[in-house]
């Protein structure tokens, strides 16, 4: 869909949740980098970083809690740490580039430990 309409849906989902459940507290979790190998044209660690600053820039304005996430998952160059990854190569089999280890499952969980309210 592209950052600005992936914003505007999210923005319709919270707006639905919080009509549901007004006191709601509303925390969003960044994207999570993928391989740099996995990148595609439209989908890639930019476009993620961009998603993730503006999902900053919401929660700032909305008052909604912003879990920062992807700032322990990626590496100097902005992309998902290898160890971190469990389908790191490209192949037949339906890699992705995406899915965690244990290793980085726990850095994503020691993170929501110490981050969240």
């Known amino acids: 869909y592209g950052v600005e309409d992936s914003i505007t849906s999210m923005e319709t989902l919270i707006q639905r949740i919080l009509e549901k459940s007004p006191d709601a507290k509303i925390y969003i ?3 999570t980098p993928m391989m740099e190998a996995f990148e595609k ?3 890639n660690n930019d476009t993620i970083t961009e998603y993730n600053q503006k999902m900053l820039e919401l929660c700032q304005k909305k008052g909604y809690y912003f879990v920062d996430v992807a700032s322990v998952m990626k590496d100097k160059n902005g992309n998902l ?3 971190y990854c469990s389908d790191p190569y490209p192949d037949q089999s339906g890699n992705m580039g995406i899915h965690f280890t244990d ?3 726990k850095a994503w ?3 929501l430990y ?3 309210a």
């Open 29 to 31: 979790q960044s994207a």
């Open 41 to 43: 044209t439209k989908l």
């Open 81 to 83: 740490i290898a160890e």
């Open 103 to 105: 290793a980085g499952c």
């Open 109 to 111: 969980i020691d993170y």
């Open 114 to 116: 110490t981050h969240t």
